[in-house]
Structure formats: structure tokens, C-alpha cells
């Protein structure tokens, strides 16, 4: 009964055009540098007004999903990223984007997109209630030790040098130092200048680091050939592989996109946790489960799938407490929030009691969404992936041309054009001198959440801190999964060294 | 393979008009009025306005103070009879885009939504050293009060009404919440600890949802909020209101009692935000804007949607909103000593 209608509400002409075109704008403003889904939403509420809830819901949801998943494009093609969430995704696709296995990058990371939004559109249909309870469980501390977590895996995460990760990523936490300190109210590192007291922005940052370092690298290697050939990233000949993996890729990174869609879910539904976070931790545990962890950074089809699958299961994640809590777990649910609002649905158990048809609607929308782009995404992966056989010359001016515009679109803000600016030559150098950006931006995301919830931790402790931490099983979970990150390589290294002294001292 | 060239070009050039498009949308020219023509006070008056009008909003597209101003201004559209654009410019607690409004010409042209008691705590705060204070504004309007509210989490069995929270923080330390140093939730748990003798202690938070979730989860003890962001979860039966810091019942929670009521005395708080253009505007453009706003802030069906998103519209016009964020900078200043300024 009720399922008829949901259909019902479901099968409109507005709903259904809603659904086409949230898709599909949805994944051209992701691909674009610095217009996010955030403010995709934003500047699409006021649209809804006078849309029927079910369908201006629909539309609002699918651009979310699908902005998230055209982020992923630009960052395998361009080693531009076009949101945050796909940063991790750049290192693996770009690589193989020059390897000439573009085709197969887009296609593993559209599925791993389809897989990880329909995971979490499965987790919002038949587990929202318990899992908003989860949600709840989780704060300051929780969220202290969960950036910790998070930055261990500095270390690793790319280039060859232990020592140049970790002094990227000590770069990245100082430079998240920088502005009002939330809990006193001190402006740091500011020099006088009013734009920096809010830091500096990450996407710009981002910006700079990863598509204008790159532009930078490639125009040094143009000047060098002096126009004696027209360089590519890749020439059309060389351009091999199928958008569909084989069945054994495929079955190879099936456990990787369910743990990374299990992870992205949950770091969803934390209130203080994003796409970004997300799809950082599940690349990193990738890598630690994977039988070639070598392969990362390097062109790894798994770290595809892993941070893929978990920045799209994310934005489902995300939408588990605002419907149930009206607490929405990101910066664009919380704009979504406003469109549920201004349609006069409250968030709350009425939705799920009294407005079960619309929301029930809603959600079944967004998982025909999440499938409805990985279709679209399989079927145009053929042409797009030829944006890497265009010339450097002309695809440099474009990037940055996007960049700039991007940047500046954020908050309006010139400054912002500067700190991506300055951030790509620094980023030059960087690569130049062989430390990664990666870390960086890691460090920028996770620095500021370790400080501001830590000092929150403090407060709420009433004194013992020690106790208070040890008193939370979560936490002692979080304490003990970090020690393990920790020292686990370390033992096993030294287990394995013994073994092989035993084995040489027996023969 | 040369179709495919076509269709790359298209979608490139595509990527570009729409990215061109989506920064045109959330903002439009930046370039200053230009000259002045005509300074005679009667002529320009009657012209007004002849070109669109831009709004800065000092806060991210889709937060409660850009909503809020959305909803607010196109029916101030249809007043004036020109397109009128939403220009936000985060940052700085407000105060970038404040800055920028300051030094705009006061043509009637550039308009901006400033926000109590956020404009008044930039610049008090002396780490901040802003050089501008409200004084170089011209107050136009009010849109919106929010009133503070005392709340608990719903099974909460410690706290039957107001006065056992009351009474529990003067015995001992209790968490209570706030978005930020010098916001209003700040500023209503110092003045609560100075008037009462609290010793309500503040886990400084990023904003609503945040402080929403900490004491949903049991992790902080009392919420300190705004009427429209608690309403829905005292409906909701997740949290109990306690009191409301204003100095009549509010309509969206008639349940919940004034502080005042309980017998605390006159303890107010609450964060409001309204227009404000340059100083030494034209006072005849001044006027037309005025009243423009004043229409468009009547509207039934504006009252309307605003009160959907939990809000409270409250027009107060030039002094008499002069005089209220002056007040406030008095309650502010007094107790400065507790925000270590």
C-alpha cells in the first residue's frame, strides 16, 4: 500500500525530469574546480520553491550524489579535483590516466561511485533509526581520535620517503593553524590581513597544489621540447583498456568498495566528518588491506575503488540524522536542510510517521539517482576520457582559467585567488624536490578537527581528562585501532626479521 | 574520432559557461558605482533606482542569514522594480563582507544584511582591530530576532524545569554550549554566570547542528540555542525548551516559559539580523529604501515562509533599530571583563 505510493509519488513528469537534470548538472558542476555541491545546492534551493517537494528534493539530492562523483573526473583526467572528496582519488587515476588507462579509471571509479552512493541509499531506506543512534555516540573525543587515526597514515600515504611525508604533513597542520582560534577567540598567523582569520581556505589550497602544480610541471617540460613536438598527456594511439573492468579487477576490489562503503556511511553520519575524511581514511585502509600496496599512488585500481566508493557512500550517510535528528552530517546537507524546511518538512520522526510517503519518495529517488549516474557516467566515459589527448598547451590555459574561477567563486574572494596562487608554487616545489601535496591537504583537513575537538574534549571532561577518554568504549576502540596503525608494521616487521634469523640459524 | 574531438570542445566550452554562470549567480558586477551624478537630493530620490541593487551577505551561500535575505528580497524586488542580487562574502566572522560594505558608495546601490551581536563583538574584541563600528552604518531595517532558549536533552531526569538547571549550576559546573566566542549563545551563558551566579562552563562549537547533536548525544548538559533552531526538536520531543530569554512568550513555543517569568529578572538574549547600507546615504533614497523594506517586510506571505523556517520576523525601522544594537552593545560591554577584553 504504501509502496504504491511511493511509486506514485515517485513516477511524475516533474520528478523525473528533476531527477535527468539534477544528475546530470550535478556531475558537470563536480568536475569544475571549486564549484562544489554545497553550493550547487545552495544556488538551487531558491528553484525549489515552487517545485513539488518529492520532486525539488529529488533534484536536490541527485546533484549532491552526482557532484560528488564529477569531482572524481576531473581528478583522474586533469589531476584537478573538482571537490575535496576526490582528492585521494587523484593520485591513483591521474597515474593511470598517463599510463593511457584513463578509460579504465573512469570506469572503476563510476562503478565504485554507483556501488557507494547505492550502498548508502540501502543504509538510509532500512537503517536510518539505529544508525542516527550511532551518530550520536560520536563527539569530541570521538572526533579528536578519529583525526588522529586519520593521521597516521601521513606517513605512508605517497612518495617514497617516510621523513618527506611526514614534513609534508607537518606543513599541512601549521598551515591549519592559521586563523581565529575557535575556543579564544585569538587571531593566528594573520598579519593583519581580515580574510585569513577564517584560514586558509582548503579548496583553493587544494586547487593549487594539486591542477596548477601540474600545469606548472607540464609547461616546464613544454618549454623544454621548444615546440618540437606537440605534448600530450597521452596520444590517442596510446589511449588502451575497456570503461568495464575485466571479472577479475572487478572481483578484486569488491571488498574494497564494501569496507570503503561501510566506512563512508559512517563517517557520514558524523556530524563533524565529511566526503573528505571519508574517502582519505578508506584509501588508506585500502592500502593497508591490500595484497599490493606497493601499487598505490602508482596507478592502484583499488585506491580508485576505495576513496570512490566512500565519498559517494558519504553523501547517503549524510542524510541518515538530518531526516531523522535534523542533523545533517556535511556542509551540503546542512544546505539541504534549508530546501526540506522551505517545503515544511520538518526533520524529525514525522517524516518517517506522518510525511512517510514523500520521504520514502526521496530516498527512492536518490538511489535511482546514484544507479541513473553510474549509467550516464559508463556511457560518456569513451568521449571524456579524450580530454586527455587534447594538447597541454591548450589544456593548461583552460585549467587555469577553471581554477581561477573556481577559487574566486567560493567566497567571492580575491584573496583566495592568491592562496591558490601561491599554494601552486609551492606545490611545484614540492614535487620538484620529491615531497607530495597529499599529505598536505590531509594535514589541513584533520589539523584544525584534531585541535578544536580535543580543546572541546577538555571542557566537557570537567577535569579528568584521562578518564573521561577511557571512560568512552568508542574511544577506547578509536586509542586502540590507533596503536595498532601505529606499531603493527613495526612488529611485523621485526616478527618476520626473527623468522628469518631462525630459518637461517636452523639451515 | 573527430566527432569525439567536437563533443570534447563542446563539453569544454559548456564547462566554462557554467561555471561563468554559476559565479555570475552568486554575485554580479563588483565594480563601484562609478560617478555620482546628479547629487541633488530631490532628482536622485525620484530616479531611484534606475540599475539593480546588490545585498552582501556576510555569511556562506544556503547558511540561515542567505535564506533568510532570499526569501526576504524578492518581494522587496517587486517594490523597488529592479533586480536586486545576493552577494555573499564570508569570512572573518562577518566582518569581511561588513568591511566591504562600509566602503561602498552610499548610493542606495549596495545594501547588506549585518547580524547582532556578531557586528558588535568583531570589533569590541581589541585582537580583532577592526576600524569600523556600527556607527559608520546607516541602520535600515530589522528582519529577524531569534530569542535564546535554555534547553535539555528530552530524558534528561535531572532537570524537571528551569529552576533545577539553575539551581544545579550554581551548586556545581555544569557544560553548556555555544557557535562561537562573542556569539549570542556566549554571550547569554556569561551574562546567565554574572546575573546568577552560574557556573555554566562553554564548549565553543561550530554552529547549530553541531551543538545540536552534543547534547542530543548526552555529551554537553544544557543547550544553549536560538528559538528556530530548537523548536523542531522540542516539537519533535528529542529536547525539553526550559525558558526562553526574551521578554514575552514567543508564538512558535507558547509552552515554554520567560526567563523573566521564573523569576530571574530581565535576562535577554538573542541574535537578530536587518539591512544596513553606508553611512550619509542620500536621505531621500534612504527613505524610498525604507520603505520598500517596509512593505516587503508586511507581506503575509513573507511572514509566512519565514516563520516555516522557524523564524520570527521583527521590523523595526532606522533609530528605534539603531537603539537596540546600541543596546546590545551595552549589554556586551558590560560584561567584557567575562570575555577577557
Known amino acids: 500500500m504504501v509502496g504504491f505510493e511511493i511509486v506514485q509519488m515517485f513516477f511524475t513528469v516533474q520528478t523525473i525530469m528533476a531527477l535527468l537534470v539534477g544528475t546530470i548538472g550535478g556531475m558537470f558542476i563536480g568536475a569544475l574546480p571549486g564549484l562544489s555541491a554545497t553550493m550547487a545546492i545552495a544556488l538551487l534551493i531558491p528553484v525549489t520553491f515552487g517545485m513539488e517537494p518529492v520532486a525539488g528534493l529529488v533534484m536536490l539530492s541527485a546533484i549532491y550524489t552526482s557532484a560528488v562523483f564529477g569531482g572524481s573526473i576531473s581528478a583522474i583526467l586533469l589531476h584537478t579535483p573538482g571537490t575535496p572528496a576526490s582528492a585521494a582519488t587523484a593520485l591513483d587515476g591521474y597515474a593511470l590516466t598517463k599510463q593511457g588507462k584513463g578509460l579504465k579509471a573512469i570506469g572503476i571509479s563510476t562503478i565504485s561511485s554507483m556501488i557507494g552512493g547505492t550502498i548508502s541509499a540501502l543504509a538510509l531506506l532500512f537503517l536510518a533509526p539505529p544508525l542516527s543512534l550511532v551518530s550520536l555516540r560520536f563527539n569530541a573525543p570521538e572526533y579528536f581520535l578519529i583525526a588522529i587515526f586519520g593521521l597516521t597514515i601521513i606517513g605512508s600515504l605517497a612518495g617514497d620517503s617516510l621523513v618527506k611525508g611526514l614534513a609534508s604533513g607537518a606543513f599541512g597542520l601549521l598551515i591549519g593553524l592559521i586563523g581565529m582560534d575557535l575556543m579564544y577567540g585569538y587571531p593566528r598567523f594573520t598579519y593583519g590581513f581580515m580574510t585569513l582569520e577564517s584560514g586558509i581556505a582548503l579548496v583553493p589550497a587544494m586547487i593549487g597544489l594539486f591542477s596548477i602544480s601540474q600545469v606548472l610541471i607540464q609547461s616546464e617540460k613544454i618549454a623544454k621540447l621548444k615546440g618540437k613536438k606537440e605534448e600530450k598527456i597521452i596520444d590517442v594511439n596510446s589511449l588502451e583498456g575497456t570503461v568495464l573492468p575485466s571479472w577479475k579487477e572487478f572481483k578484486s576490489i569488491v571488498p574494497t568498495m564494501i569496507r570503503s562503503s561501510a566506512i563512508g556511511v559512517l563517517v557520514g553520519i558524523l556530524p563533524g566528518a565529511g566526503g573528505d575524511i571519508g574517502s582519505w581514511v578508506s584509501y588508506n585502509e585500502a592500502k593497508r588491506f591490500s595484497k599490493e600496496p606497493e601499487k598505490f599512488g602508482k596507478g592502484s585500481i583499488e585506491g580508485i575503488a576505495a576513496s570512490e566508493s566512500a565519498n559517494n557512500a558519504v553523501t547517503g550517510g549524510t542524510l541518515i540524522p538530518l531526516l531523522t535528528l535534523g542533523i545533517p552530517g556535511s556542509a551540503a546537507a546542512a544546505v539541504l536542510l534549508g530546501g526540506l524546511l522551505i517545503q515544511g518538512l520538518v526533520p524529525g520522526h514525522a517524516l518517517f510517521s506522518d510525511y512517510a510517503g514523500i520521504t520514502y519518495a526521496v530516498i527512492f529517488g536518490f538511489l535511482i539517482a546514484n544507479i541513473l549516474m553510474g549509467i550516464t557516467g559508463l556511457l560518456i566515459a569513451k568521449h571524456i576520457v579524450k580530454v586527455s589527448t587534447i594538447p597541454i598547451g591548450i589544456l593548461s590555459a583552460l585549467i587555469v582559467v577553471l581554477s581561477i574561477v573556481g577559487s574566486y567563486a567560493i567566497n567571492n574572494s580575491v584573496m583566495d585567488i592568491y592562496v591558490m596562487a601561491t599554494f601552486g608554487v609551492i606545490g611545484y616545489f614540492m614535487r620538484k624536490t620529491g615531497f607530495h601535496p597529499a599529505p598536505v591537504v590531509l594535514a589541513m583537513i584533520l589539523g584544525p578537527l584534531a585541535e578544536s575537538s580535543f580543546k572541546q574534549s577538555v571542557v566537557m571532561a570537567k577535569g579528568n581528562l584521562m578518564t573521561y577518554f577511557f571512560g568512552r568504549p568508542i574511544s577506547i576502540v578509536l586509542i586502540v585501532l590507533t596503536i595498532l596503525a601505529l606499531f603493527a608494521p613495526l612488529m611485523m616487521n621485526y616478527a618476520q626479521k626473527k623468522i628469518q634469523k631462525n630459518n637461517t640459524a636452523k639451515n | ?341
Not at chain 2, 524545569?161 to 556569561?190: F, M, P, R, W, Y
Request: hydrophobic share 40%; with cysteine; charged share 20%.
Open chain 2, 1 to 341: 574520432m573527430k566527432k569525439s574531438l567536437k563533443f570534447i570542445t563542446v563539453l569544454l566550452v559548456l564547462m566554462l559557461a557554467i561555471s561563468a554562470f554559476a559565479v555570475g549567480c552568486s554575485s554580479t558586477s563588483d565594480a563601484p558605482a562609478g560617478q555620482n551624478e546628479g547629487g541633488e537630493g530631490n532628482t536622485a530620490g525620484n530616479d531611484f533606482p534606475t540599475k539593480p541593487i546588490d545585498v552582501i551577505v556576510s555569511f556562506g551561500a544556503g547558511g540561515g542569514t542567505d535564506v533568510g535575505a532570499r526569501i526576504l528580497l524578492p518581494y522587496v524586488e517587486k517594490e523597488l522594480g529592479v533586480p536586486i542580487n545576493v552577494i555573499n562574502k564570508p569570512g572573518a566572522g562577518g566582518w569581511v563582507g561588513w568591511a566591504d560594505l562600509v566602503n561602498e558608495n552610499p548610493d542606495g546601490y549596495t545594501l547588506g544584511y549585518i547580524n547582532t551581536p556578531a557586528i558588535i563583538t568583531g570589533y569590541l574584541n581589541p585582537n580583532n582591530n577592526r576600524r569600523n563600528t556600527i556607527d559608520d552604518f546607516d541602520l535600515i531595517s530589522n528582519h529577524v530576532t531569534d530569542y535564546n532558549v535554555i534547553a535539555v536533552k528530552a530524558d534528561d531526569n535531572r532537570f524537571e524545569n528551569i529552576d533545577d538547571v539553575i539551581k544545579l549550576a550554581q551548586e556545581t559546573e555544569l557544560t553548556a554550549t555555544s557557535t562561537g566566542i562573542g556569539t549570542d549563545n556566549h554571550i547569554a551563558i556569561l551574562t546567565l554566570n554574572n546575573e546568577l551566579g552560574t557556573n555554566f562552563t562553554t564548549v565553543q562549537m561550530g554552529g547549530g547542528n553541531e551543538i545540536y547533536a552534543a547534547v542530543l548525544g548526552g555529551h554537553v548538559d544544557v543547550l544553549i540555542s536560538n528559538v528556530g533552531e530548537a523548536t523542531a526538536g522540542h516539537n519533535s520531543g528529542d529536547i525539553r525548551i526550559l525558558a526562553v530569554l526574551a521578554p514575552e512568550r514567543v508564538d512558535f513555543i507558547p509552552d515554554v516559559p520567560t526567563l523573566e517569568e521564573a523569576g530571574y529578572g530581565e535576562i535577554y538574549g538573542y541574535s537578530a539580523r536587518g539591512i544596513a547600507a553606508p553611512k550619509d546615504m542620500d536621505p531621500a533614497i534612504l527613505e524610498k529604501i525604507t520603505d520598500a523594506f517596509a512593505k516587503a517586510m508586511e507581506d503575509e506571505d513573507h511572514i509566512r515562509r519565514m516563520a516555516e523556517m522557524g523564524l520570527q520576523v521583527n521590523a523595526v525601522y532606522g533609530d528605534e533599530y539603531y537603539n537596540q544594537v546600541k543596546q546590545v552593545e551595552e549589554n556586551i560591554k558590560h560584561i567584557s571583563d567575562l570575555l577577557g577584553w
